[in-house]
């Protein structure tokens, strides 16, 4: 059961990081004002 969450948990993470990457200077900006 803890395979198929940490699975899941990869899943989203590297669909945020693939967000992320796109608008790259203004999510930098926003990750660095919180």
Do not use: V
Request: proline share 3%; with cysteine.
């Amino acid at each position: 059961m803890r395979l198929i969450f940490e699975r899941t948990e990869f899943e989203r993470f590297k669909k945020l990081k693939r967000c992320w990457r796109k608008p790259r200077g203004l999510h930098n900006k926003l990750r660095l004002g919180k």
